[in-house]
Nanobody, 125 residues
Framework: VQLQASGGGLAQAGGSMSLSCAVS????????MGWFRQAPGREREFVAH????????AYTDSVKGRFTTDRDNAKNTVHLQMNSLKPEDTAVYYC???????????????????WGRGTQVTVSS
């Protein structure tokens, strides 16, 4: 299974950006998906989770109300829409996949088996 995140770049504070994650080598509907980010000098942290159906999502507190994740299983693609961006959102963003094993929200890096390379998001003040 391979994941490729795209859509990063430079945005101003208050702006928006959309990330995509393309999944290949597997059927997206087999996986719960997660978004994580890692800022320089910091550990990789959970951002968002979406279950295999797309019906259940969860977000870390700092992005609630600003970020939205959705998925298109037919196109093997997951999206992360980021609005009202803040400088503290600056990080490398990663998409990750885990096989569905039950109805729970996975927020830990170790819970995900497959990772993309990441895409840089930079928000200027």
């Amino acid at each position: 299974v391979q994941l490729q995140a795209s859509g990063g770049g430079l945005a101003q504070a208050g702006g928006s950006m959309s990330l995509s994650c393309a999944v290949s080598g597997g059927t997206l509907s087999s996986f719960d998906m997660g978004w994580f980010r890692q800022a320089p000098g910091r550990e990789r942290e959970f951002v968002a989770h979406i279950d295999w159906t797309g019906a259940s999502t969860a977000y870390t507190d700092s992005v609630k109300g600003r970020f939205t994740t959705d998925r298109d299983n037919a196109k093997n693609t997951v999206h992360l829409q980021m609005n009202s961006l803040k400088p503290e959102d600056t990080a490398v963003y990663y998409c990750a996949a885990k096989y569905y094993t039950g109805r729970y929200i996975a927020t830990q890096v170790a819970q995900y088996a497959f990772w993309g390379r990441g895409t840089q998001v930079t928000v200027s003040s």
